[in-house]
């Protein structure tokens, strides 16, 4: 299998790359032969180098600058920029080439996508002129929204099927490309069906959801109570379409309530965390973390708090919570209330309303045997989620009925 996204280890920015990174290991682990196709700056350009029994191919597809770069803190390009690199990205030629020179070497019987934003979908039309079968798993909205996110210019999510003039353009074009793809996966439904209202049909689709590690480490610091406040955590993008301004908002206006917040995740919201961080000595900054750093601080958190505002399709970082037997407070948008049960194993609160935000934080502060109620369903959510091997089997199942 030949498993392809934008951005790959050690060059993580979201759940994708953490998705495709874990599939890919656990396949290896599974005695299949798997290589993994990704971008890379454009001094690295072809660099190939075997990560876990995994051979990594790593390309510049010619553009105006490498996606990673698009992420650091700060980051300000143009409006026309933009659209230069959208226009090049929608038929990448040079992407095409490289791809199709790999393809030649590794000779997969599976081509599986996931994010194809700074590849082209000329990826697509590439393996299937090769006769290999294509496989796509959706983690955002990309073949129906330009920016992946079905956010409009005001904030406010738009419904799949009420897009703006771009982004109707944007879906009518990758709606064409997609033909090339034998089977399109989402980690939800909701994913599938907002495709579905959006018009944008496919030869076969699957509900395939993300895998997860089961367990996780013992709690650390034991339980709150009289002995210490409650510990939210925030880990994740920090990002305008994440709800940084919510959160912001939120621990305000909750000034005489006693709790925690640790942040982890860095972005182009960075500055505003990091303020509020040195006004409220409630709010502690650790910017990114991975490993045995981020297990420690997951470990020692209470409450999962995700106050997204765009459509979001399967957070990693909720199935993550749920492991650790953490509740999540999570916006009332998307395919959230697919995993997050209001009362059970966590809280539901009006999108982009810092008010409702504030109101469910200090609800579990105040009310410590609530807290220890949605733990135990939080925990019971974690243990039923799909493991990395139910996940990566589900998706060989796929595999062998497009090559049997």
Same mark, same amino acid.
């Given at each position: 299998m030949l498993i392809v996204n934008s951005l790959y280890a050690p060059f993580v920015v979201g759940g994708a790359e953490v998705v495709t990174e874990m599939l890919a290991n656990t396949l290896a682990e599974q005695d299949h032969r798997i290589s993994v196709v990704t971008s890379c700056s454009r001094d690295q350009d072809f660099d190939v180098e075997r990560r876990n029994g995994v051979d990594v191919y790593r390309f510049f597809p010619e553009n105006r600058w490498w996606l990673y770069e698009r992420f650091a803190p700060g980051d300000r390009r143009s409006a026309i920029d933009?659209?230069?690199?959208?226009?090049?990205?929608?038929?990448? #030629?040079?992407?095409?080439?490289?791809?199709? !020179?790999?393809?030649? !070497?590794?000779?997969?019987? =599976?081509?599986? /996508?996931?994010?194809?934003?700074?590849? $082209?979908? =000329?990826?697509?039309?590439?393996? !299937?002129?090769?006769?290999?079968?294509?496989?796509?798993?959706?983690?955002?909205?990309e073949l129906i929204?330009?920016?992946?996110?079905?956010?409009?210019?005001?904030?406010? *999510?738009?419904?799949? !099927? $009420? #897009?703006? +003039?771009?982004c109707r353009f944007h879906g009518a074009w990758y709606r064409k490309q997609a033909a090339a793809i034998d089977v399109f996966c989402s980690p939800s439904q909701y994913l599938l069906q907002a495709h579905a209202k959006a018009s944008v049909a496919f030869k076969r689709s699957a509900h395939v959801r993300n895998g997860v590690a089961r367990g996780g480490p013992p709690r650390m610091n034991g339980q709150p109570g009289d002995d210490r406040p409650v510990?939210?955590?925030? +880990?994740?993008?920090?990002?305008?379409?994440?709800?940084?301004d919510t959160l912001v908002q939120a621990v305000r206006s909750a000034r005489g309530s006693v709790f925690t917040l640790d942040v982890a995740g860095r972005g182009e919201e960075e500055a505003k965390l990091k303020a509020l961080a040195g006004m409220d000595d409630r709010v502690r900054f650790h910017g990114f973390v991975d490993g045995e750093r981020k297990d420690r601080l997951i470990s020692s958190a209470d409450v999962l708090v995700f106050p997204s505002i765009w459509v979001e399709n399967a957070p990693m970082s909720i199935a993550e919570a749920f492991r650790y037997g953490l509740p999540v407070i999570g916006s009332r948008i998307g395919a959230i209330p697919e995993f997050v049960e209001h009362g059970s194993n966590g809280l539901l609160f009006d999108t982009g309303n810092?008010? *409702?935000?504030?109101?469910?934080m200090m609800q579990l502060s105040e009310r410590p045997d609530e807290l220890r109620r949605m733990k135990r369903g939080a925990r019971r959510s974690g243990d039923s989620w799909?493991?990395?091997? /139910? +996940? *990566? *089997?589900?998706? =060989?199942?796929i595999y062998r009925s497009l090559i049997g």
């Open positions: 933009k659209v230069r690199w959208r226009v090049t990205d929608a038929w990448n #030629r040079d992407a095409g080439e490289k791809f199709g !020179q790999i393809l030649d !070497q590794v000779r997969p019987d =599976v081509v599986h /996508t996931h994010n194809i934003k700074g590849l $082209s979908p =000329v990826i697509w039309h590439v393996a !299937q002129r090769k006769g290999i079968p294509v496989v796509h798993t959706a983690h955002s909205y929204c330009a920016d992946g996110s079905l956010l409009g210019r005001n904030g406010e *999510s738009c419904a799949p !099927q $009420s #897009r703006c +003039m771009v510990r939210y955590l925030y +880990m994740g993008q920090l990002a305008a379409h994440k709800g940084i810092a008010a *409702s935000l504030a109101a469910c799909p493991t990395p091997e /139910t +996940m *990566s *089997s589900e998706y =060989v199942d």
